[in-house]
């Protein structure tokens, strides 16, 4: 496969079997984004949509994805950003640089989670108002 310096925008509710080169699935009831990485070596890219991870815009066109995509876990350790439906190749981190942004990254989703969490009191109201039924 060659890289791709554009993706075009599939709204689908589940992602196809094989995914296409080019394409950036994009599934809105199960809130997910997918794609090949666009190196081109052929490995699926999923990056799910939620406040403390990846989300998009859509101009009606095109799409935009942030943050960057890391593929780190990936032999390519490809970087880069989609914006407006084009790539924008990041460079290369290091391994420090890598692993600094992982422990980043899931600092920022245990916030969102504990955030999103009811406090002792908030399920004690639900309990209240479910025994008021």
Request: net charge positive; charged share 25%; glycine share 6%.
């Amino acid at each position: 496969m060659t890289a791709v310096s554009r993706l075009r925008p599939a709204f689908v509710e589940t992602f196809p079997a094989s995914m296409d080169p080019g394409v950036l699935y994009i599934s809105i009831s199960y809130r997910t984004c997918g794609h090949l990485c666009c190196c081109g070596c052929g490995e699926e890219v999923i990056t799910p949509l939620s406040p403390a991870q990846w989300s998009f815009t859509y101009n009606g066109e095109t799409v935009s994805l942030a943050p960057s995509i890391g593929n780190w876990a990936l032999v390519c350790r490809s970087h880069y950003w989609i914006r407006e439906g084009k790539i924008r190749w990041s460079r290369r981190y290091s391994d420090a640089e890598i692993a600094d942004n992982r422990e980043r990254d899931r600092r920022q989703l245990d916030e969102a989670i504990a955030d999103s969490a009811p406090t002792p009191l908030a399920r004690l109201r639900q309990r209240l108002d479910r025994w008021r039924w």
